[in-house]
């Protein structure tokens, strides 16, 4: 599964970077979030150590609620306190990152005497060994980023709760969404993390297929109805059912609600999930987790168990998504995602994706993720830095976390190609995007895209999130990469036995991880 398309396309000088956005999705990679077999840290949306070149320029702008070089302390008795910033266990280790990141370093500790900031760079195929040996030498690092759920999660209870300090330094949290603090906000843990670059999702659409099909366009936020044959309904999974068979055609033109389609010659989809992860396709119905709150108990939340026999049924029984082959196939699978092939009329994905969906051609949008159960969930990607419980000095980490969140962010963000959590810097982000031109002078993205709907998509995002915590995390990867296989292979299975047969496999590994 390989989650390094993402926003590699910002640019400067005019020119996209869409270097991150190769091979299909299907395919492993060195900094895959759901590698089947992978030895290395899982890794989120946003986490690549391919991600953000020497051309990126992120529209973000730094707007620290109060700058953390404001007021500096004095040398300490004995010289400055040393802090350590681990990378990279996430992103980062591209070597334009690297430089910027020096840049960074060197600037905090230019303004900061009485803190000496040590950047700790371990590639990203050994960070995440690198990293448990120096916290198992006692040795560690006090600040970890960039780092995505999915590398937070190797590391488990390891992060420290940042509540009092945030309240000690007057930190202003109400300079993010709501949602992307609480994503953050993680049961007994406490708030791990402040948000730096987020990814939420959205629908990704083509206008002139659901025209040529006499249907109305997905509804462009998360409050309005949609209408189906004459009638207001709800932007639901089961609309979006009905929408997408009729938006499926097979040669002879005919949908798949029709008597006569033929499922073997079908040119255009309806519908394509983001199915890089079982559990992020299963999100989109419903936030939840694999793990019980006893920590050792899998349980499978309802809403994603409706998740996959809507998948299942989608791809086998009423046609409107493609089966594995057909994903795989170079004929769909254009431009890393089958949506990016031009010939998928809508599809779920994070923002990542705006990275590569210029091959869909140069009139798509996007709209609202449907509904589950009256409530739609946004599945969400996101990377920041964090605290390890370790650190001997919280109060210093806090001054270089603030510092990377503030004063540093645009310089890395840029680097990350990240999209700003803070809010006040989100507009423009897309004012910058709408102005990139390709190599003959002309826009690459269409007109008035609806980039609203991806900011408000925040407030919905699954918490908590798809990548939580599991025991044995990479064989538990395994097994849920096996289930995805054999799931988009085969026709003709029982999914609710599927179901049961996957959770008493994941308990068996779990069992013998304790």
């Not at 670059?197 to 949609?226: R, T």
Request: glycine fraction near 10%.
């Amino acid at each position: 599964m390989n989650h390094q398309r993402r926003l590699a396309g910002l640019l400067a000088a005019g020119v996209l970077v869409v270097a991150a956005c190769s091979g299909g999705s299907s395919n492993a990679s060195p900094s895959s979030a759901a590698s089947s077999g992978a030895s290395s840290a899982p890794t989120t949306g946003a986490e690549s150590s391919g991600v953000g070149s020497s051309a990126v320029a992120s529209a973000s702008a730094a707007s620290p609620s109060a700058s953390a070089s404001a007021a500096l302390a004095t040398v300490p008795p004995g010289g400055p306190v040393t802090i350590k910033w681990f990378c990279c266990l996430g992103g980062g280790d591209d070597p334009s990152q690297l430089k910027a990141e020096q840049k960074v370093v060197t600037n905090f500790n230019k303004s900061h005497p009485n803190i000496k900031l040590v950047f700790d760079h371990a590639a990203y195929s050994g960070a995440r060994a690198a990293l448990a040996t120096e916290l198992g030498s006692g040795n560690g690092p006090d600040v970890v980023g960039p780092v995505g759920v999915g590398g937070a999660e190797a590391f488990h209870g390891q992060w420290m709760d940042l509540t009092d300090l945030i309240q000690k330094n007057n930190y202003d949290l109400s300079q993010y969404g709501k949602g992307a603090v609480d994503f953050y906000k993680i049961g007994n843990e406490g708030q791990v993390g402040i948000p730096f670059a987020i990814y939420p999702s959205e629908l990704y659409y083509q206008p002139d297929m659901f025209d040529e099909a006499q249907l109305d366009a997905p509804p462009p936020d998360y409050n309005s109805k949609y209408m189906l044959d004459g009638q207001q309904v709800d932007w639901n999974y089961d609309t979006a059912r009905q929408v997408a068979m009729r938006l499926t055609l097979d040669k002879s033109g005919k949908n798949a609600t029709e008597a006569g389609f033929d499922p073997k010659t079908i040119v255009q989809y309806g519908f394509e999930p983001q199915r890089d992860d079982i559990r992020g396709l299963a999100a989109y119905f419903g936030a939840g987790k694999l793990v019980a709150d006893d920590g050792k108990t899998v349980q499978i939340p309802d809403a994603w168990k409706a998740g996959w026999k809507w998948f299942y049924d989608g791809m086998w029984k009423d046609h409107f998504i493609e089966t594995g082959p057909v994903f795989n196939s170079q004929t769909f699978n254009g431009g890393g995602y089958t949506f990016n092939s031009g010939k998928v009329a809508m599809a779920e994905n994070f923002l990542w994706n705006v990275c590569c969906v210029t091959d869909a051609g140069g009139n798509w949008d996007l709209g609202a993720i449907p509904s589950f159960n009256g409530k739609p969930t946004a599945a969400f990607n996101a990377d920041t830095f964090r605290i390890l419980k370790s650190t001997k000095h919280p109060d210093e980490a806090f001054t270089v976390l603030r510092y990377l969140l503030d004063d540093a962010s645009k310089e890395l963000l840029n680097a990350y190609s990240g999209f700003p959590a803070r809010t006040a810097d989100q507009s423009t982000f897309f004012q910058q995007l709408e102005q990139q031109k390709d190599d003959k002078g002309k826009l690459i993205y269409p007109p008035d895209v609806n980039w609203q709907v991806a900011v408000d998509g925040i407030q919905y995002a699954d918490n908590p999130n798809f990548e939580s915590y599991m025991p044995a995390y990479n064989q538990s990867l395994d097994v849920l990469n096996k289930f995805s296989t054999r799931w988009q292979t085969n026709g003709g299975l029982n999914m609710d036995s599927e179901i049961a047969t996957l959770q008493s496999q994941l308990q068996t590994i779990w069992d013998k991880s304790h």
